[in-house]
C-alpha cells in the first residue's frame, strides 16, 4: 500500500473514531445532562440590568392567564382538580392556539396528586406551564395572623408540603406566594393585628409594622424553597406597588416580583419606579379587562380588546432586549381565562351571569360614567365566554375579540 493510501486509511479511521467520540458525547450530555436542563428555570441579568426567564436553556416570556374554570352553577370551592370531565383538556387545546404558554393557578387542590396530574397533562399535551400560586392562608378562616409563630409555620410547612409534591414535574414554571396580601396592612383587606402592633398605636407604624413581619415571612419561605427545589424561582404577588419599599429590606431573597395590577391601558411608571424601590424581575400575576359595558349594560368585546392588547403591548415592549424599554418585565398572566358566573353572588345566583357591578375604576374610562361609578363586572373578564350549551361534557368555551387580538399580536413578536 502507497504511503498516500496508508494515509489515507489512517485518516479515514480517525474521522470515524472522532465521529463515535462526537456521538458518545452527544448521547451522554443528552441522557445525563438533559433531565437536569430540562427541569431548570432560573433568572438571567443581562447587560443594562435587563431581566429573563430561562426554562430548558432559553429565554421564555410569560404569555399567560389566570386559570380557575368554575362550570356555571359552580362556586369558588368546586374541586376542579378532580373533575372526570377534565375540563383542562379542552381549555389547553384552546390556549395552545391562542399561543398561551403558561397558566397561573392561585392554589393547588387539596389532592396534590390529581393537582400533579392536571400540571403533567396541561405540559405533556399542550406545552403550557404552570406558575403555581399559594394563599399563604390569607383566604382561610379566622384572619391571617401572620404575627403568630404558629399561624406562620403552619402555612411555611403547607407551601413546603407544595413544592415537595409538584417540584419535579416539568411544567412547573415557578411558585408564586400569595396575591394582594399586602393590602391587609392597612386594614383594608382581611385585616390582622396582634397586641404588640396595637401597642405601637400609631396607623402608619401599625401598618410598616405589619409590611415587616409579612414580607420576613414570605422571605423566609422563599429561602426554605430554594433548600428545597433549587430549579425554580419563587415570585411574590403583591397588590400594586404597596410597601416595597419594606419589601425590599425585609424580602431580599425572594425571585420575582408579581405584581396584581389594573391600571386601565397603561401600567404607567412601574417598569422604571422599580429599579428604585424594589429591583426585581418583574412579572404581571394578574391584570386585565371586563367585557361587560356598565354604561350600555350589555357585552363589549372591544373594550377589553382595547385595553387588553394595550396592556399586553407594553408588557412586551419592556421585556429583555427591548431598546425602548426597562427590559424588566418577564411576562405576564391575564386575568382570566373564563367567565365566572358565581363571582357577584354565589348560591342560586351562580346560574345567572350577573350584570351588576363590583367596584369602580377610573381607569377603565370607557363606562366610568355608570351609575355611582361601578363599573367593573367581576363575572365578565373571561377572554372566553362560557355558555350552558355543552361541549366534550363541559360548559362550550367561546373566543372573544380579544382573545383573536392577543393570539396575532403576539405572533408578530420575536419571543
Not at 231 to 255: I, S, Y
Amino acid at each position: 500500500m502507497s504511503h498516500f493510501c496508508r494515509t489515507q486509511t489512517i485518516g479515514l479511521r480517525m474521522r470515524r473514531f472522532l465521529g463515535i467520540v462526537l456521538l458518545v458525547g452527544i448521547f451522554v450530555a443528552t441522557a445525563g445532562m438533559g433531565p437536569a436542563l430540562r427541569g431548570k428555570v432560573y433568572i438571567k441579568t443581562l447587560e443594562g440590568r435587563h431581566y429573563q426567564l430561562i426554562a430548558d436553556g432559553r429565554p421564555y416570556v410569560v404569555k399567560g392567564v389566570c386559570y380557575n374554570p368554575v362550570p356555571i352553577g359552580q362556586t369558588h370551592d368546586y374541586d376542579f382538580w378532580n373533575d372526570p370531565k377534565e375540563p383542562w383538556l379542552l381549555d389547553g387545546a384552546l390556549m395552545q392556539k391562542m399561543g398561551v404558554n403558561t397558566v397561573r393557578f392561585y392554589q393547588p387542590g387539596d389532592d396534590l396528586e390529581a393537582t400533579k396530574r392536571v400540571v403533567r397533562a396541561l405540559y405533556e399535551k399542550f406545552g403550557i406551564r404552570t406558575m403555581m400560586g399559594h394563599w399563604l392562608g390569607f383566604w382561610n378562616y379566622p384572619a391571617p395572623f401572620y404575627d403568630d409563630p404558629a399561624f406562620r409555620q403552619k402555612v411555611k410547612d403547607d407551601v413546603l408540603a407544595m413544592v415537595k409534591a409538584l417540584k419535579d414535574e416539568e411544567g412547573i414554571l415557578f411558585w408564586c406566594l400569595g396575591n394582594e396580601n399586602n393590602l391587609s396592612f392597612g386594614g383594608n383587606i382581611n385585616p390582622w393585628s396582634s397586641e404588640r402592633i396595637d401597642r405601637m398605636e400609631d396607623p402608619r407604624r401599625c401598618l410598616l409594622a405589619r409590611a415587616e413581619v409579612y414580607y420576613a415571612f414570605v422571605n423566609d419561605i422563599a429561602k426554605a424553597i430554594h433548600k428545597v427545589d433549587p430549579d425554580h424561582p419563587v415570585a411574590m404577588g403583591n397588590g400594586e406597588t404597596v410597601c416595597l419599599d419594606v419589601a425590599r429590606e425585609h424580602a431580599p431573597d425572594v425571585d420575582i416580583l408579581g405584581v396584581i395590577m389594573y391600571r386601565g391601558k397603561t401600567f404607567g411608571n412601574i417598569f422604571a419606579s422599580l429599579r428604585s424601590t424594589y429591583d426585581k424581575p418583574l412579572v404581571f400575576v394578574e391584570f386585565g379587562a371586563d367585557a361587560y359595558n356598565a354604561v350600555t349594560q350589555e357585552e363589549d368585546e372591544d373594550m377589553q380588546a382595547f385595553f387588553l392588547k394595550s396592556q399586553w403591548s407594553e408588557i412586551l415592549a419592556n421585556v429583555a432586549g427591548k431598546t425602548e424599554g426597562e427590559g424588566n418585565c418577564l411576562g405576564g398572566a391575564a386575568f382570566e381565562w373564563t367567565d365566572e358566573w358565581w363571582k357577584h353572588d354565589e348560591g342560586a345566583a351562580a346560574l345567572r351571569h350577573d350584570t351588576a357591578s363590583n367596584w369602580s375604576n377610573s381607569a377603565y374610562y370607557m363606562d366610568i360614567k355608570a351609575e355611582r361609578n361601578m363599573n367593573m363586572n367581576e363575572e365578565w373578564f373571561g377572554i372566553v365566554r362560557l355558555s350552558e350549551e355543552k361541549e366534550s361534557g363541559v360548559d362550550k368555551r367561546t373566543p372573544r375579540k380579544a382573545y383573536y387580538e392577543i393570539r396575532e399580536l403576539w405572533k408578530g413578536e420575536s419571543i
